[in-house]
């Protein structure tokens, strides 16, 4: 089994920064993709930035230029940093991971959210 837990949520005004960091634990062999997505009331849940083994990234366009995801390997660990947010990036953020297990199988896991509210 894999477990994701989130932490570094909160509230901050508009303009300002958070960073998101994700911990996997468990029956780890190897992580493969890791990724941050949100979802906003009433709205559908939507990639924010992902990361793959190789250490390539990907962005939505919103997020372009302001967020950067990270990741250390050591600590099966992925981070969010995010600068300027906007009151409407105020959301529920997931993280993600793929995950090749000791037992030689690959589970897609979530983890619990964070709440991210951006006052105006």
């Known amino acids: 089994q894999v477990q994701l837990v989130e932490s570094g949520g909160g509230l901050v005004q508009a303009g300002g920064s958070l960073r998101l960091s994700c911990r996997a634990s468990g029956s780890i062999f190897r992580i493969n993709n890791m990724g941050w997505y949100r979802q906003a009331p009433g709205k559908q849940r939507e990639l924010v930035a992902a990361?793959?083994?190789?250490?390539?990234?990907n962005y939505a366009d919103s997020a372009k230029g302001r967020f950067n995801i990270s990741r250390d390997n050591a600590k099966n660990t992925v981070y969010l940093e995010m600068n300027s947010l906007k009151a409407e990036e105020t959301a529920v953020y997931y993280c993600?991971?793929?995950?090749?297990?000791?037992?030689?199988?690959?589970?897609?896991?979530w983890g619990q959210g964070s709440q991210v509210t951006v006052s105006s």
């Open positions: 990361s793959t083994s190789g250490c390539s990234t």
């Open positions: 993600r991971a793929e995950v090749t297990t000791t037992w030689a199988t690959r589970v897609d896991d």
